[in-house]
């Protein structure tokens, strides 16, 4: 199965759907004259001029360029990334409490002023990447200000871990959820597994002792309170003592969460610790690829009462791919190129927007059609999951 694959066509396929399809819609129709990127653009690709601008989709804006250039080497990559630094830095980032904003009006202003720490990790994320691209000092400064910010407020030291939200002046919050799907938990899995990744992303410009401990503890937390040992599922949602919440089973996040993982432990210059990421996230991956379907899709999610939701989202997918291809070239599982190939043929079939750009939200399980219904583009519909599945393998996979 192995070598049905030509690894120089799927590598060249990838680049082409960033390089044609993605980055350009975002440079093309996203930016906003007035400061920043439009909030939103709906389903059926009209934009919203109106919309609020999120703190999440800025990050992810700004780490997708950044990384972009650095892989890429494309000029034009870090003027629209330059751009989004600016705009973070100038707009989000709260100059009197520290920490940034979650959302801003359409014109720039503080709207929804509250610390949602799955934001700060964002925005830190984007910020280390700009350094990490560029050299710029004054990113570097910010993202450690962000981590600061993260470990002072958020960590939670007698628990461990992370609690989710505060005020905009660090005081607690009664609603702390992330988005109006999700349940009001003190701490999930969602903002560890991206706070890890933040840091990861740090740690490689930022060899401090303190941001590798709390790296370390962060890989010790999804061994020991994260992973339900029997399953291998993730649970998602817990309270201050870590007790579990649900029994929901979110087939995309534990997909990304088995090679994010192990992205991280091969940053750290471990190699016991890397043995023991290897096995955990290989069978945390085998979890994840029970929502597998022949046609090489994944399914979205297994609710807490136990209903499918088996519509195939877009995030859902790339995160597929880049799990199948670490499972290939980290895990010594060679059908797992075929199969990220063939998650791949998913995409470009039924996904990909190659008329208007971007990708669709998703296509219905029950019957397949396109989902008009949610963004094309907005708060939480950003070229970072599809973007990232590309650079990640040209950069690890394809590229080593």
Not at 182 to 204: F, G, Q, V
Not at 205 to 217: D, G, Q
Not at 246 to 272: C, F, K, N, V
Not at 388 to 399: D, N, P, S
């Amino acid at each position: 199965m192995m070598n049905e694959v030509n690894l120089s066509i799927f590598r060249q396929e990838l680049i082409d759907v960033l390089q044609r399809n993605i980055l350009p819609y975002w440079m093309n129709k996203m930016v906003d004259p007035r400061g920043g990127f439009y909030g939103r653009r709906d389903g059926r690709d009209r934009l919203d001029p109106d919309a609020p601008k999120g703190a999440v989709l800025h990050a992810r804006i700004l780490w997708t360029f950044a990384t972009a250039y650095r892989v890429l080497g494309e000029e034009a990559y870090l003027r629209v990334a330059e751009y989004a630094e600016r705009y973070v830095v100038e707009r989000f980032l709260d100059a009197d409490y520290g920490g940034a904003y979650w959302s801003l009006t359409a014109d720039g202003t503080p709207l929804d002023e509250k610390k949602q720490f799955y934001a700060l990790a964002f925005m830190l994320y984007g910020l280390a990447a700009y350094h990490r691209a560029t050299g710029d000092a004054g990113a570097l400064q910010q993202a450690i200000a962000l981590f600061r910010a993260i470990e002072e407020h958020s960590s939670d030291r007698r628990f461990g871990g992370y609690i989710e939200a505060t005020t905009r002046s660090w005081a607690p919050i009664p609603d702390m959820r992330l988005s109006s799907k999700d349940r009001n938990a003190c701490k999930t899995m969602n903002t560890h597994l991206h706070i890890i990744e933040a840091y990861t992303e740090l740690y490689r410009v930022w060899r401090n002792p303190e941001l590798l401990e709390a790296i370390v503890a962060l890989l010790d937390l999804f061994f020991t309170k994260i992973e339900n040992p029997e399953t291998h599922h993730s649970v998602l949602f817990f309270d201050e003592h870590w007790r579990p919440l649900d029994r929901g089973i979110s087939y995309g996040h534990d997909i990304e969460a088995s090679w994010l993982l192990l992205e991280t432990a091969r940053s750290l210059d471990d190699p016991l610790l890397l043995r023991r990421v290897v096995s955990y996230t290989a069978r945390m991956a085998d979890a994840a690829l029970q929502g597998l379907r022949d046609d090489g899709s994944l399914i979205y999610e297994i609710r807490d009462d136990g209903t499918v939701d088996d519509d195939r989202h877009w995030w859902v997918q790339a995160e597929c791919v880049v799990g199948q291809l670490y499972r290939y070239r980290y895990h010594g599982r060679s059908e797992a190129l075929s199969a990220a190939w063939r998650t791949w043929k998913y995409i470009e079939s039924h996904l990909v927007d190659s008329a208007g750009g971007e990708w669709y939200w998703s296509r219905r399980g029950r019957d397949g059609t396109i989902n008009f219904e949610d963004d094309k583009a907005g708060f939480w519909k950003c070229p970072y999951h599809n973007s990232r599945m590309v650079l990640e393998a040209v950069e690890h996979i394809f590229g080593d």
